[in-house]
């Protein structure tokens, strides 16, 4: 079982910039590779950054250039560096757990990015 707790997210405005965490527990070990998703009101849940145990990335394509992934010194945290953001940037933001019991099957509770002038 592994348990994640994301913090950071809040209200920015147009332009700025927000700098999420998430903190892994649990059967830590095991852990393949940490990640972002996040989901807008109607919308699906999509890719946002994935960071693998090798520090290789991957992003989802509206967000390349602007946002950046990258694992902590004890491989059991991963932080989402947001910079110029948008206000299609606003959704619940979501830490994502690759584990041998269940491929990407854990998930945080989520943390809210509002950006608004």
């Known amino acids: 079982q592994v348990y994640l707790v994301e913090s950071g997210g809040g209200l920015v405005q147009p332009g700025g910039s927000l700098r999420l965490s998430c903190t892994a527990s649990?059967?830590?070990?095991?852990?393949?590779?940490l990640g972002w998703y996040r989901q807008a009101p109607g919308k699906e849940r999509e890719l946002v950054a994935i960071?693998?145990?090798?520090?290789?990335?991957m992003y989802g394509e509206s967000v390349k250039g602007r946002f950046t992934a990258a694992r902590g010194n004890t491989k059991n945290t991963v932080f989402l560096q947001m910079n110029s953001l948008k206000p299609e940037d606003t959704a619940v933001y979501y830490c994502n757990a690759d584990h041998p019991s269940v491929s990407w099957g854990y998930w945080g509770q989520g943390t809210q990015v509002t950006v608004s002038s």
């Open positions: 649990g059967d830590t070990s095991r852990i393949n590779g």
């Open positions: 960071v693998d145990n090798g520090n290789s990335t």
